[in-house]
């Protein structure tokens, strides 16, 4: 339950089905343990998936005794593309697929609705952010990170001194269109994969559940002719291979090795362009069986390239508590802009 007279922030983690939301107090802790979620109402256009975002802070107050007005700020999450400050592309996305919302300013209608400052990050940066901070802690802002978190497509962030670098149009991270080579990567007479994106040989043209669908079970099932997934139709049975790689099967083996290698090749590009102190790999696959989720994260580090220097600081880890992430992370963003000290105004002469 909530603490007596404490400030505290929210953190609202929107999703295609869900909202997920957590409470943070500023001396940083989060009074919700798990899950606290409402359906978030997106398919139903921008008004009522804003008043959705709203019950669910309602909600979470409820449930951990805090008054409405020691809310200091609320954080917000949604799947991208958006701009840096909650737009939503002008194209529209996969999640937000009505016309209305397309150029819909997300951030800016729930901050009037709730009368309350919001901060907003795309979902992958809002996990990044998170598993930087859990991993780190008190070292969270001297130390930077990147994440990359497979699931339909790749969302990932780039952490540095503690923050999401969002760049100048709010695009920085998109690490699933970042271009890897192929040579070594595909086998035999494999076809160069597609991404969604319109981009060939992306990371998220083969590191994602769409990749699997697309691009690596069509191949690998000419390969693995008598497979049992080849009786099912490839939208099931790429959502059905990681049961199959958790026993060890070789189709699924083979590719998930091609997942992980596509992961590596990212991470050393990361390594020559930003160095970091931890990569973190997230989303479904690693919450798979320990066996299987140590051999995936152990195949992306033998794929990543560091200079010796690299590989002595290095970390790599799994991002922790994935489906809380977006909350606790917008929360954690939402108390650091908090706490920032407000920049000095230019003298003007």
């Known amino acids: 339950m909530g603490s007596a007279g404490v400030p505290v922030v929210v953190g609202l983690d929107n999703g295609g089905t869900s909202n997920n939301a957590t409470v943070l ?41 805090v008054p409405r007005e020691l809310v200091q ?64 802690g008190s070292e969270a802002m001297t130390r930077s990170s990147v994440s990359a978190i497979v699931g339909t497509g790749l969302g990932g962030g780039v952490v540095e001194s503690g ?76 959502k059905l291979v990681r049961g199959y790689g958790e026993r060890g099967d070789a189709l699924a083996r083979d590719l998930f090795t091609q997942q992980a290698m596509a992961l590596g090749r990212l991470f050393t590009v990361a390594a020559n362009f930003t160095d970091p102190h931890a990569y973190f790999v997230g989303g479904g696959v690693v919450e798979a069986a320990p066996e299987f989720r140590d051999w995936f994260l152990a195949t992306v580090r033998e794929h990543t390239v560091l200079r010796e220097e690299q590989a002595a600081v290095a970390t790599f880890a799994l991002v922790p508590d994935r489906d809380m992430a977006g909350a606790r992370g917008v929360a954690i963003a939402a108390l650091e802009r908090l706490r920032a000290v407000p920049e000095p105004r230019p003298l003007v002469a």
């Open 73 to 136: 700020a609320v954080g917000l999450d949604t799947p991208g593309p958006a701009s840096a400050d909650g737009v939503i592309s002008s194209r529209g996305s996969t999640n937000f697929s009505q016309p209305a919302w397309r150029g819909f300013d997300v951030r800016g209608a729930l901050e009037r609705r709730l009368g309350l400052p919001v901060i907003y990050h795309n979902d992958g940066n809002a996990a990044a952010l998170y598993a930087h901070h859990v991993h780190f």
């Open 25 to 65: 107090t500023v001396d940083g802790r989060f009074l919700v343990d798990g899950l606290l979620e409402i359906p978030s109402e997106v398919q139903a256009g921008p008004d009522a998936a804003i008043e959705a975002l709203a019950r669910a802070l309602d909600g979470a107050l409820a449930q951990t005794g």
């Open 163 to 238: 923050r999401v670098i969002a760049g100048a149009a709010g695009m920085a991270g998109e690490l699933g269109h970042v271009h890897v080579p192929l040579t070594g990567l595909l086998g035999p007479g494999q076809p160069e994969p597609t991404c969604a994106c319109g981009f060939t040989g992306d990371v998220e043209s083969v590191a994602s559940l769409t990749g699997i669908e697309r691009n690596l079970l069509p191949y690998w099932l000419t390969r693995y002719p008598d497979h049992p997934l080849a009786a099912e139709p490839l939208a099931r049975a790429a």
